[in-house]
């Protein structure tokens, strides 16, 4: 109870300079990096072949891809395990062996490990990014593809002079978000490793948090670890956010 509680200082802050924490922060930060590599580009290119206006059955590849963001990460998370599988009859073993590779245990390797959660989460969260992005994209007046046309402009000149500053307010905003998704992503690892967690495979800073405070009743520690987590964060955000320039004044 309350009464019991006994200060301590920061000692539980002297606690985290621990291999589990390294390895969780390690682990969080590898994601995070591979999620916005592959959740920044791909939906703005996605998006930009969307907006097409002679591109049959848009609306039938809008819905297809944001149906995902629908689907419990538990269901999904089951299904990509299977997928995964280190047997032969797996999805992805089967594809490898049919190319003359060799099936891999993707569960007990980091990069491998790093894969699944990647491929998980990526396959959640493109549908929205290509929404988000697809809606940046309407709102371009198209009065400033038609003057960059009549200065001689072509397809690839207009898309990284007219099309990417249009949009670049939407592409911080999902950055932003990719970036707390990221590094409070719980339950792709979760999905693929239950409790049973070889070397620390998917453990991430969330599941550290939830391994000493639930499992284990270290509330303090588990604290600790959020607090270093929430300045983690938004040192990022306030570098990144500084850098495309959110900070200036408007003249």
Known sequence: GLNSVTF?????????????????LKTSTIYTICIIGVLIPIPVVLATLLNVKFLRFRNFFRSALFIPSLTSVI???????????ELDTGFFNSIIIAFGGEPITWNMGFASGMVMMVVLGSWRMLGVNVVYNLSALQSIPEEL????????????????????????????????????????????????????????????????????????????????????????????????LRYFGLFKKED
Do not use: C
């Open 8 to 24: 301590i200082g920061f000692n539980n802050y002297k606690r985290l300079l621990n291999p589990h924490f390294y390895n969780a």
């Open 75 to 85: 269901v999904a998370g089951i299904a990509f395990r299977l997928m995964f599988s």
């Open 145 to 240: 593809y038609e003057a960059a046309s009549i200065d001689g402009a072509n397809t690839i000149q207009k898309f990284f002079n007219v099309t990417l500053p249009q949009i670049k307010p939407i592409v911080t905003y999902i950055l932003t978000v990719t970036i707390i998704d990221g590094y409070r992503m719980f339950t792709e690892g979760y999905v693929y490793w239950n409790e049973y967690n070889p070397g620390d495979l998917g453990l991430t800073i969330v599941r550290y948090i939830y391994q000493q405070a639930f499992q284990r009743n270290d509330l303090g520690m588990g604290s600790a670890i959020g607090v270093v987590l929430l300045l983690i964060i938004l040192t990022i955000n306030l570098i990144q």
